[in-house]
T-cell receptor, first 113, second 114 residues
C-alpha cells in the first residue's frame, strides 16, 4: 500500500528560487527518507530523518518532520538547473523491524535557468 | 558511481523469452533489494534478501524469480513476461540493520516486453 504521497506532483521554478516539496503519510513511522532521481536513472539518497527528530539540514537541503500531522517537507534553497529531477519521500514503518521502505509517486522539479 | 552496478541497462524481450537481470554491489552490504518502477506509479518493492536469505516477497508473480548466490550479487530471472511488466527495474543494497536506513541504488535496467 502506498505510504508517502508527495505534493505537488510537479513544480517549475526559476534558478535561484527556493523549492518546497511536501510529503504526507498515513501510519506511524520509524524514519522518513528523501531521494532524488534524474530522468531514467537510479535513486540517490538525500536525507534520513527519524521520528524523534524535527529538522535536519544537508547543504542546501532542509527537511522537516511533523509526526502529529504525519507530514514532511523538503526545502531546496537557491535552486540550480542541476537540481532538476524527481524527488521522492519514502517511509519505514514503526514497530517490528522491517525492510519495507515505501515510496510515494514523487514531485517532478524543473529549475529554469 | 554508486557502488551498485546493474546489467544490462536496456533489455527488449518477447513474451516467450527467458532473460536475467544482474546486480552487483561493492559496498560491503548484506541486504539487497529489487524494486519495480512503472510510469505514473510509486516504486514497488519486489524482493529483499538479507544475508542471502529472502526476507520479503511482495506478492510478485512467479514469472519473476530472484536469486542471491552471495551477498554481493543479486539476479532477477524473467520468463513468460507480459507487456505490463515493461518498467525500470532497480536494484538497491543496504546495511543489515533494522529498521532499514539508507538504500544505495543502481542505475536500473530498462525492460521492454513486446
Amino acid at each position: 500500500s502506498q505510504q508517502g504521497e508527495e505534493d505537488p506532483q510537479a513544480l517549475s521554478i526559476q534558478e535561484g528560487e527556493n523549492a518546497t516539496m511536501n510529503c504526507s503519510y498515513k501510519t506511524s513511522i520509524n524514519n522518513l527518507q528523501w531521494y532524488r532521481q534524474n530522468s531514467g536513472r537510479g535513486l540517490v539518497h538525500l536525507i534520513l530523518i527519524r521520528s524523534n527528530e524535527r529538522e535536519k539540514h544537508s547543504g542546501r537541503l532542509r527537511v522537516t518532520l511533523d509526526t502529529s500531522k504525519k507530514s514532511s517537507s523538503l526545502l531546496i534553497t537557491a535552486s540550480r538547473a542541476a537540481d532538476t529531477a524527481s524527488y521522492f519521500c519514502a517511509t519505514v514503518p514503526a514497530g517490528a523491524g522491517s525492510y519495507q521502505l515505501t515510496f510515494g509517486k514523487g514531485t517532478k522539479l524543473s529549475v529554469i535557468p | 558511481e554508486t557502488g551498485v552496478t546493474q546489467t544490462p541497462r536496456h533489455l527488449v524481450m518477447g513474451m516467450t523469452n527467458k532473460k536475467s537481470l544482474k546486480c552487483e554491489q561493492h559496498l560491503g552490504h548484506n541486504a539487497m533489494y529489487w524494486y519495480k518502477q512503472s510510469a505514473k506509479k510509486p516504486l514497488e518493492l519486489m524482493f529483499v534478501y538479507s544475508l542471502e536469505e529472502r526476507v520479503e516477497n511482495n506478492s510478485v508473480p512467479s514469472r519473476f524469480s530472484p536469486e542471491c548466490p552471495n551477498s554481493s550479487h543479486l539476479f532477477l530471472h524473467l520468463h513468460t513476461l507480459q507487456p505490463e511488466d515493461s518498467a525500470l527495474y532497480l536494484c538497491a543494497s543496504s546495511q543489515v540493520t533494522l529498521p532499514v536506513g539508507e538504500l544505495f541504488f543502481g542505475e536500473g535496467s530498462r525492460l521492454t516486453v513486446l
